[in-house]
């Protein structure tokens, strides 16, 4: 919004997120796109990209749980950022598992944008 990019409201979260992702993104009006996982679980890559350029004029954000729902690090995260940014959107990382987080993962270096800590604890 600061960018006056006020028209875009799509949302790219996969099917492993945590299901308020879907949930938030609704209640703000957005359009949201699933993409799927590959054999391992992961985010499937060459979905977040065809996502991301078709939708790239008026693509929001990607909205990541890390680790996801299953447990898995994803593998092609710093990737997964790129082609968002590439394309016009933020990267929300949902903290919800944060105990996992704080040992194993940089949301600095992987270049999310905004990033939701809750402690399950």
Known sequence: MARGDHHRNVCIIHVSAHGTNPASAAMCGMKIITVGTDSKGNINIEEVRK????NKEYLSAHMVTYPSTHGVYEEGIDEICKIIHDNGGEVYMDGAN???QE???YPIK???IIFQFSSGA
Request: hydrophobic fraction near 45%.
């Open 51 to 54: 996502a991301a350029e078709a």
């Open 98 to 100: 944060m105990n996992a």
């Open 103 to 105: 040992s194993q993962s």
């Open 110 to 112: 992987e270049a999310s």
